[in-house]
């Protein structure tokens, strides 16, 4: 049974950092895609940043381009996200995600409600 544990999360002002983490079980990494999806509320859940576990190939939001780092530790089934530059559009509830695809796109493209595999989400605010 898969279960994808996140922490990290909490309050930071606007240009500050967070690192995200996420712990797979039930699974191996090493062979399909994990990654990093938000919910603002009152909007749908979007795609943040993938990355295959097999080649580390990665894919990010336009939004978040240049600020956030998506990594992986394979040994110790363990997904993150560095988050830096911070900006209050940031604020969210941040989930690990995972499907058995090979492609970072295909993952972070999904819309949410193809996706079976979710954490239960840690907050984010970036508010002074």
């Known amino acids: 049974q898969v279960q994808l544990v996140e922490s990290g999360g909490g309050l930071v002002q606007p240009g500050g950092s967070l690192r995200l983490s996420c712990t797979a079980s039930?699974?191996?990494?090493?062979?399909?895609?994990i990654g990093w999806f938000r919910q603002v509320p009152g909007k749908k859940r979007e795609g943040v940043s993938c990355?295959?576990?097999?080649?580390?190939?990665?894919t990010y939001a336009d939004s978040v381009k240049g600020r956030f780092t998506i990594s992986v530790d394979n040994f110790k089934n363990e997904v993150y996200l560095q988050m830096d530059s911070l900006k209050p559009e940031d604020t969210a509830v941040y989930y690990c995600?995972?499907?058995?695809?090979?492609?970072?796109?295909?993952?972070?493209?999904?819309?949410?409600?193809?996706?079976?595999?979710w954490g239960q989400g840690t907050q984010v605010t970036v508010s002074s």
């Open positions: 995600v995972q499907e058995w695809v090979l492609k970072p796109e295909s993952l972070c493209k999904m819309d949410y409600y193809d996706i079976d595999y």
């Open positions: 039930g699974f191996r990494l090493g062979e399909y895609v």
């Open positions: 990355i295959s576990t097999r080649d580390f190939s990665t």
